[in-house]
């Protein structure tokens, strides 16, 4: 039984995919000015490569509000290109639910205190994959325009 039988709901997420590229060139790129320029100090001041740890995050809260109009037009861009309603609702749902886990995601690589989910088993999967994780975004902070992610899917 498909979830939207009518309609074909592959469309969803290679463009969910493409357009999370874009967000992420765009935040990477000199050229798109304070979104750069918001994204960037991040890595110089907040979490510069000898200081990615800290007790509490260190990031502003307000960070996020830079995403809001790039993810604006990501999901206006979803309800015109895809084919109906129901697969647009799909893919905002998705674009909501993956924004929500890479910016929980992405405070849990900077603090100190593992979430709560990884879990208190160093030798355990959660704590490996969260450390694999936290790594590889450590390595886009020494080097920033490798390693893009966004959440857990690497780019």
């Not at 039984?1 to 995919?17: A, E, G, I, K, V």
């Not at 674009?95 to 990884?118: D, F, G, I, N, R």
Request: hydrophobic share 40%; proline share 5%; aromatic share 14%.
């Amino acid at each position: 039984m498909h979830l939207l039988p009518s309609h074909n709901t592959q469309h969803s997420p290679h463009l969910f995919f493409v357009l999370c590229c874009v967000v992420l060139c765009v935040v990477h790129w000199p050229g798109s000015g304070v979104l750069h320029t918001v994204h960037m100090r991040h890595h110089t001041d907040e979490y510069p490569t000898h200081a990615l740890l800290s007790d509490t995050y260190r990031g502003e809260k307000g960070e996020f509000m830079y995403k809001i109009p790039l993810f604006g037009l990501a999901f206006v861009g979803g309800w015109l290109v895809l084919p109906s309603a129901s697969v647009a609702f799909l893919f905002s749902f998705e674009l909501a639910v993956l924004t929500t886990l890479s910016q929980v995601l992405h405070e849990a690589y900077h603090t100190k205190q593992l979430p709560w989910w990884v879990g208190t088993y160093k030798g355990g999967w959660r704590h490996k994959l969260f450390n694999k994780w936290r790594q590889q975004h450590f390595a886009h902070h020494r080097h920033t325009a490798t390693n893009l992610t966004i959440g857990c899917v690497d780019l």
